[in-house]
């Protein structure tokens, strides 16, 4: 097997967004790139107190929004009509969260720079430890773009809370949005709770063959195992053609959870095609790495039928950029480079969260890129697909999104002061592998910018075998 890493994303001209890397070269620029200081702090303050990252007090139901809490959280300077089109939702968290429901706008908003601390204790709420739903409320929705809502700060902020993000097109897409999990959550019926696995795979392309093969597949059938999905749709990777992700994406095979793992296109910085086509995900329909990409190759938002019903899908997409774009690259070997003019989400998941037909509840996907040989560890030839697999079993257990991507932000922690430490060492002359930290580096990376988009407390409905909440 070789050593070789690959990411997983390609370009306009069929080349892969990043060569592959060897475990030498990325461990060389892990040594040289550290987290945020107050993102690693907090993450080796929990690990040394060994709490889990997404933890709130003992004693919380955390599926329970009456004792967890809701809020949601807008730029001081929002759209007055972003906050009145999202008042059906604001309305129905309300009145499931009752006391522990806060909104938090105008002044009391997210400020332009603000990291997660300062936040916190200007908003009455300890800046470290197990959340406190007295104090700040656990499930946590942010609105707008990372431009007026940094990426960092979410990330900072998931350490502690379970965290969402909504970043629309339109008051409009926001008002679709809250109308179709409003009536979902109000008036939808228990009803088969199917998953579908989609990843197409090609011709010597290691990480299409990975991602299909060895993650997808396993996952899929384990839940089939497990028996927490009536009906389980693995795609054959021949199969998993531009038509048959439309019929999955609110067409007639729409499923209450869709896993599409595979290529994401990678557009380069402020060119006229980024914003719409960033993230679009590469199907069957392409001939593989080297070959031109051509639009009948991808299934990005304008893919989306206009009268397309995604309401109560759960999406999970395992791809580059399938849910937004950092300004700078986080693997770049040589200084700062810029991935776009300015941070922003990807077209896609807008189109899937907003759209007027019924919108999706909540997309689980990638910032920045994906790499497969994250799911790779040193020294074996088996693949690491636990966090997907537990985030499948808990969306599919009906835990909310939020909560369900817990045990990937606890990874995100340990690994975060693995590689703190593999930074002393080196800092220290000693000798460290450079296998090690290249998996370190890429494991730690693909966890933590693993995020929901849409309200975190969105949830699949109970299926017609599960009594009534």
Same mark, same amino acid.
């Given at each position: 097997m070789s050593d070789t890493i690959f990411c997983s994303g390609v370009g306009l001209d069929g080349d892969y967004l990043l060569p592959p890397r060897s475990p030498m070269e990325l461990a060389a620029i892990a040594l040289d790139r550290p987290l945020s200081t107050a993102e690693t702090e907090e993450r080796s303050q929990r690990a040394a107190r060994d709490e889990p990252t997404f933890a709130v007090r003992t004693g919380v139901n955390a599926t329970d929004l009456a004792e967890a809490g809701w809020a949601v959280v807008f730029p001081t300077d929002c759209d007055p009509a972003v906050v009145d089109a999202l008042r059906r939702l604001l309305s129905h968290r309300r009145s499931q969260a009752g006391s522990r429901y806060r909104l938090l706008s105008g002044a009391d908003g997210y400020r332009p720079g603000e990291r997660k601390r300062a936040f916190l204790r200007r908003c009455g709420a300890a800046p470290t430890g197990a959340a406190d739903p007295d104090r700040m409320p656990y499930y946590i929705l942010l609105v707008g773009s990372p431009d007026e809502i940094p990426y960092d700060f979410q990330y900072e902020l998931g350490v502690q809370y379970a965290v969402g993000r909504l970043d629309l097109p339109s008051p409009q897409a926001y008002r679709n949005y809250a109308a179709s999990i409003t009536d979902y959550e109000r008036r939808s019926p228990a009803r088969l709770r199917r998953l579908a696995a989609f990843a197409p795979a090609y011709a010597d392309d290691s990480p299409t063959q990975v991602m299909a093969g060895e993650v997808v597949a396993p996952v899929a059938e384990r839940a089939a195992a497990s028996g927490l999905a009536d009906e389980v749709e693995l795609v054959p990777p021949g199969a998993s053609d531009h038509k048959r992700l439309t019929d999955l994406y609110g067409g007639g095979a729409k499923p209450a959870m869709l896993l599409a793992a595979g290529h994401g296109l990678g557009v380069p910085s402020a060119h006229p095609q980024q914003r719409d086509h960033q993230g679009a995900?590469?199907?069957?329909?392409?001939?593989? !790495?080297?070959?031109?990409?051509?639009?009948?190759? &991808?299934?990005?938002?304008?893919? =989306?039928? !206009?009268?397309?019903?995604?309401?109560?899908?759960?999406?999970?997409?395992?791809?580059?950029?399938? $849910?937004?774009?950092?300004?700078?690259?986080?693997?770049?070997?040589?200084?700062?480079?810029?991935? @776009?003019?300015? /941070?922003?989400?990807? @077209?896609? /998941?807008?189109?899937?969260?907003?759209?007027?037909?019924? #919108? $999706?509840?909540?997309?689980?996907?990638?910032?920045?890129? #994906?790499?497969?040989?994250?799911?790779?560890?040193?020294?074996?030839?088996?693949?690491?697909?636990?966090?997907? %697999?537990?985030?499948?079993?808990?969306? &599919?257990?009906?835990? !909310?999104?939020?909560?369900?991507?817990?045990? =990937?932000?606890?990874? $995100? $922690? %340990? &690994?975060? =002061?693995?590689?703190?430490?593999?930074?002393?060492?080196?800092?220290? %002359?000693?000798?460290v592998d450079a296998a090690e930290v290249a998996a370190v580096f890429t494991a730690m990376h693909d966890a933590r910018n693993l995020v929901v988009l849409g309200d975190p407390a969105a949830r699949l409905a109970p299926t017609i075998k599960d009594p009534a909440p």
């Open positions: 995900l590469l199907t069957a329909d392409w001939p593989g !790495p080297g070959h031109p990409v051509a639009s009948d190759h &991808l299934f990005g938002a304008g893919d =989306v039928h !206009p009268e397309a019903d995604l309401g109560g899908l759960v999406t999970f997409n395992i791809a580059c950029f399938v $849910a937004g774009t950092p300004k700078v690259d986080s693997y770049a070997s040589e200084g700062p480079k810029m991935l @776009a003019p300015e /941070p922003f989400t990807s @077209a896609l /998941p807008r189109r899937l969260l907003g759209h007027p037909g019924g #919108a $999706a509840l909540a997309m689980i996907g990638h910032i920045d890129r #994906a790499w497969t040989g994250s799911y790779r560890w040193p020294g074996t030839d088996d693949l690491e697909i636990a966090r997907v %697999e537990d985030v499948v079993t808990r969306v &599919l257990a009906g835990d !909310p999104v939020g909560l369900a991507v817990e045990p =990937v932000n606890e990874q $995100a $922690a %340990e &690994l975060s =002061v693995e590689l703190g430490e593999l930074r002393k060492a080196d800092e220290a %002359e000693e000798v």
